[in-house]
C-alpha cells in the first residue's frame, strides 16, 4: 500500500505543473535555439534557463529534494517522487528548479557528511543554483562498476592530499558554472576492500587538472553539461577537504544512491509519459494502408504494453520510496536496485517505440527521439549497468533460502 502524498507535496506539484504550463513548454524550442547558436561557445548555458531559475526559485519552487533536512522543502521521498516525474518530462526542468543530477546526490552528500567548512564553500552555492558539481568516480582502466576496482590515489603529505588518476564520464565537468569535483579514490591500498576508498572535495580550477575531451553519447555531447574524461596529476588540496575521513567514502556512496535512484527512475517515468504521448499523437494523426496507424491492431497492442509498463514503473518506484522513508535504505536495497533496471528498460522502450512510430522523423531530432533515445540508453550503464544491480537483487533474495552457516 502506498500512502498518499502529504498535502504540502500536493500543492507543490500542482505549482510545479503549472509552471510547466506556463514556462518551460513554451519555451523549449527557444533554449535549444540559444543551445546552439554561438558555435563557439560549445557548452554555452542558454540565458532562457537562468531565466527560468529565477523565476521556479521566486515561486519557491527550489531544493525540493532533501528528505529529512532543514535545507529541503520538508519531503520525504514518495512525496518528492511525483514531484521528480513532473519535471522529468523535459530533460532540463530539474535544473531550473536546482532538484537536477548529479547536484541533488552530492548536495545529499554534503548535507550529511560534509564539516561546517565544507558546507559553506560548497553546499551552499549549491543550494543557491550558483555552480554546478561533477562526481568523479568511473575509471577507463578498470571495471567501475565494481567501485572497490578505482585506482585513483589520494595520498596524504603534510597538511595537504595529492590526488593522481584517471577519470571519465564524469557529467557536469564541461558545464560552464561547475565549481566542485567530488573525487572518489584510494588513501590505503592494503585496507580491507571497503575501507580503502575516500571521497574528497576539488575545486575544477585546481593546479594539475587537465580536462582530456568531451565525450559523446551517441554522437550528442550532452551540452552545456558535458561529460568529460579527466586527468589528476599532483593535483594538491588541502587536508581539510577529505569527506568524513580516510576510508570512508563506501559509507559515503551507500548514503548518496538511495534517494538519487528515486530521483533518477520517477524522472524516467516522466519522459516515458511524455514519449507516450508523443507516439499516441502521432498515430492518430497518420494514415497507412487506408486506416489511421492508431487504428492497426499492432500499435495497439504496444501502446497498451508501454501503458501498463510505465505504469507498473511508477507504482514500483513509489514503493521503494515508501519503504526507504519507512524502513531505511539498506533495507530497501532490492527494491531500489529493481527500479534502477525496470525504470531504464523501459525508458529505452518507450523511447524506441516513438521512433518507430515517427518513421525517417524519429531518427532525427526534430521531435527530440534521437536526443531522448540516447540518454534512455547511457542510463542503463550510468549509475551501475543492469547486471550489478540484478546481483543485487538474486543475492537478497536468495539470502532468503540458504542455510544458515554454522559457527
Same mark, same amino acid.
Given at each position: 500500500?502506498? $500512502?498518499?502524498?502529504?498535502?504540502?507535496?500536493?500543492?507543490? =506539484?500542482?505549482?510545479?505543473?503549472?509552471?510547466?504550463?506556463?514556462?518551460?513548454? $513554451? @519555451?523549449?524550442?527557444?533554449?535549444?535555439?540559444?543551445?546552439?547558436?554561438?558555435?563557439?561557445?560549445?557548452?554555452?548555458?542558454?540565458?532562457?534557463?537562468?531565466?527560468?531559475?529565477?523565476?521556479?526559485?521566486?515561486?519557491? !519552487?527550489? *531544493?525540493?529534494?532533501?528528505?529529512?533536512?532543514?535545507?529541503?522543502? &520538508? =519531503? @520525504?521521498?514518495?512525496?518528492?517522487?511525483?514531484?521528480?516525474? #513532473?519535471?522529468?518530462?523535459?530533460?532540463?526542468?530539474?535544473?531550473?528548479? *536546482?532538484?537536477?543530477?548529479?547536484?541533488?546526490?552530492?548536495?545529499?552528500?554534503?548535507?550529511?557528511?560534509?564539516?561546517?567548512?565544507?558546507?559553506?564553500?560548497?553546499?551552499?552555492?549549491?543550494?543557491?543554483?550558483?555552480?554546478?558539481?561533477?562526481?568523479?568516480?568511473?575509471?577507463?582502466?578498470?571495471?567501475?562498476?565494481?567501485?572497490?576496482?578505482?585506482?585513483?590515489?589520494?595520498?596524504?603529505?603534510?597538511?595537504?592530499?595529492?590526488?593522481?588518476?584517471?577519470?571519465?564520464?564524469? +557529467?557536469?565537468?564541461?558545464?560552464?558554472? @561547475?565549481?566542485?569535483?567530488?573525487?572518489?579514490?584510494?588513501?590505503? /591500498?592494503?585496507?580491507?576492500?571497503?575501507?580503502?576508498?575516500?571521497?574528497?572535495?576539488?575545486?575544477?580550477? +585546481?593546479?594539475?587538472?587537465?580536462?582530456?575531451?568531451?565525450?559523446?553519447?551517441?554522437?550528442?555531447?550532452?551540452?552545456?553539461?558535458?561529460?568529460?574524461?579527466?586527468? /589528476?596529476? @599532483?593535483?594538491?588540496?588541502?587536508?581539510?577537504?577529505?569527506? =568524513?575521513?580516510?576510508?570512508?567514502?563506501?559509507?559515503?556512496?551507500?548514503?548518496?544512491?538511495?534517494?538519487?535512484?528515486?530521483?533518477?527512475?520517477?524522472?524516467?517515468?516522466?519522459?516515458?509519459?511524455?514519449?507516450?504521448?508523443? +507516439?499516441?499523437?502521432?498515430?492518430? &494523426?497518420?494514415?497507412?494502408?487506408?486506416?489511421?496507424?492508431?487504428?492497426?491492431? !499492432?500499435?495497439?497492442?504496444?501502446? #497498451?504494453?508501454?501503458?501498463?509498463?510505465?505504469?507498473?514503473?511508477?507504482?514500483?518506484?513509489?514503493? #521503494?520510496?515508501?519503504?526507504?522513508?519507512?524502513? &531505511?535504505?539498506?533495507?530497501?536495497?532490492?527494491?531500489?536496485?529493481?527500479?534502477?533496471?525496470?525504470?531504464?528498460?523501459?525508458?529505452?522502450?518507450?523511447?524506441?517505440? #516513438?521512433?518507430?512510430?515517427?518513421?525517417?522523423?524519429? !531518427?532525427?531530432?526534430?521531435?527530440?527521439?534521437?536526443?531522448?533515445?540516447?540518454?534512455?540508453?547511457?542510463?542503463?550503464?550510468?549509475?551501475?549497468?543492469?547486471?550489478?544491480?540484478?546481483?543485487?537483487?538474486?543475492?537478497?533474495?536468495?539470502?532468503?533460502?540458504?542455510?544458515?552457516?554454522?559457527?
Amino acid at each position: 500500500m502506498i $500512502p498518499d502524498i502529504s498535502p504540502r507535496a500536493a500543492d507543490m =506539484l500542482g505549482q510545479i505543473q503549472t509552471f510547466m504550463d506556463e514556462h518551460i513548454y $513554451p @519555451n523549449e524550442a527557444l533554449y535549444h535555439r540559444q543551445l546552439h547558436e554561438i558555435p563557439s561557445e560549445q557548452f554555452r548555458v542558454p540565458p532562457i534557463l537562468e531565466s527560468l531559475k529565477e523565476k521556479a526559485r521566486g515561486q519557491g !519552487l527550489w *531544493n525540493m529534494f532533501l528528505p529529512h533536512s532543514t535545507n529541503g522543502a &520538508g =519531503l @520525504n521521498n514518495v512525496d518528492y517522487a511525483p514531484l521528480a516525474e #513532473a519535471m522529468g518530462r523535459v530533460h532540463y526542468a530539474s535544473e531550473v528548479f *536546482n532538484c537536477s543530477a548529479p547536484d541533488t546526490g552530492n548536495m545529499e552528500l554534503l548535507d550529511r557528511f560534509g564539516s561546517e567548512d565544507q558546507k559553506a564553500q560548497y553546499l551552499q552555492p549549491l543550494l543557491d543554483g550558483r555552480i554546478r558539481s561533477s562526481y568523479c568516480m568511473t575509471e577507463p582502466d578498470v571495471a567501475s562498476s565494481d567501485a572497490t576496482n578505482v585506482e585513483t590515489r589520494i595520498e596524504r603529505d603534510g597538511d595537504e592530499y595529492v590526488i593522481n588518476g584517471r577519470k571519465w564520464w564524469i +557529467t557536469n565537468a564541461y558545464h560552464p558554472n @561547475n565549481g566542485l569535483y567530488i573525487v572518489m579514490g584510494k588513501t590505503d /591500498f592494503d585496507a580491507p576492500r571497503h575501507l580503502q576508498q575516500s571521497q574528497i572535495l576539488v575545486h575544477p580550477d +585546481t593546479p594539475g587538472i587537465t580536462r582530456i575531451r568531451p565525450l559523446t553519447v551517441f554522437g550528442y555531447h550532452d551540452e552545456p553539461k558535458g561529460h568529460a574524461e579527466i586527468l /589528476f596529476e @599532483n593535483v594538491r588540496v588541502p587536508a581539510s577537504s577529505m569527506v =568524513l575521513g580516510e576510508g570512508r567514502g563506501f559509507e559515503i556512496s551507500q548514503g548518496r544512491l538511495g534517494p538519487g535512484r528515486i530521483h533518477h527512475c520517477m524522472r524516467i517515468v516522466g519522459q516515458c509519459e511524455r514519449l507516450l504521448e508523443q +507516439t499516441c499523437r502521432r498515430l492518430v &494523426g497518420r494514415v497507412a494502408f487506408g486506416k489511421a496507424l492508431a487504428d492497426q491492431s !499492432l500499435w495497439q497492442e504496444r501502446i #497498451a504494453i508501454a501503458r501498463t509498463r510505465i505504469n507498473m514503473c511508477r507504482l514500483l518506484t513509489q514503493h #521503494a520510496a515508501h519503504l526507504m522513508d519507512t524502513v &531505511g535504505n539498506k533495507a530497501a536495497r532490492s527494491e531500489i536496485a529493481q527500479i534502477k533496471v525496470a525504470a531504464t528498460q523501459i525508458g529505452q522502450a518507450v523511447a524506441d517505440m #516513438a521512433i518507430q512510430a515517427h518513421g525517417a522523423a524519429g !531518427l532525427s531530432d526534430d521531435e527530440g527521439l534521437g536526443f531522448a533515445f540516447a540518454r534512455m540508453r547511457m542510463i542503463r550503464i550510468g549509475d551501475g549497468p543492469d547486471e550489478v544491480h540484478n546481483r543485487t537483487v538474486a543475492q537478497i533474495e536468495l539470502a532468503k533460502y540458504r542455510a544458515p552457516r554454522s559457527v
